[in-house]
């Protein structure tokens, strides 16, 4: 079974930076096609940003929503099964519970997830 486990979350000011962490074990099929979604109270969840290998050109695939865009930059560490996600420049609007999850829809535009395995959430809480 896949297990995820996030960190790295926590409180920072506006303007701040972070860098979540997610380690993925039990990954059946080899590919690591994974991304950092949030979901704040009252509010939708919505990927972040998402990353993976198209299959046949081994090429990274890396989508960044609008709002992250310029700000964020996520990375992966196939050896050590990792995925990191660093925050620049972080606001008030950020602040949401992030979530790593498997991914099974993943284009420049586009990433999706059925949200059956993510991991726990790591909190993130931006002040002005």
């Known amino acids: 079974q896949v297990q995820l486990v996030e960190s790295g979350g926590g409180s920072v000011q506006s303007g701040g930076s972070l860098t979540l962490s997610c380690v993925v074990s039990?990954?059946?099929?080899?590919?690591?096609?994974i991304g950092w979604f949030r979901q704040a109270p009252g509010k939708e969840r919505e990927a972040v940003s998402c990353i993976g290998k198209n299959e046949v050109s081994k090429d990274d695939i890396i989508y960044y929503a609008p709002f992250v865009k310029g700000r964020a930059t996520i990375s992966l560490d196939s050896a050590r099964k990792s995925v990191y996600l660093q925050m620049n420049d972080l606001k008030t609007e950020d602040t949401a519970t992030y979530y790593c999850?498997?991914?099974?829809?993943?284009?420049?535009?586009?990433?999706?997830?059925?949200?059956?395995?993510r991991g726990q959430g790591t909190q993130v809480t931006v002040s002005s």
């Open positions: 999850a498997e991914v099974n829809i993943l284009a420049r535009n586009l990433c999706m997830t059925p949200f059956d395995y």
């Open positions: 039990g990954s059946s099929s080899g590919s690591l096609d």
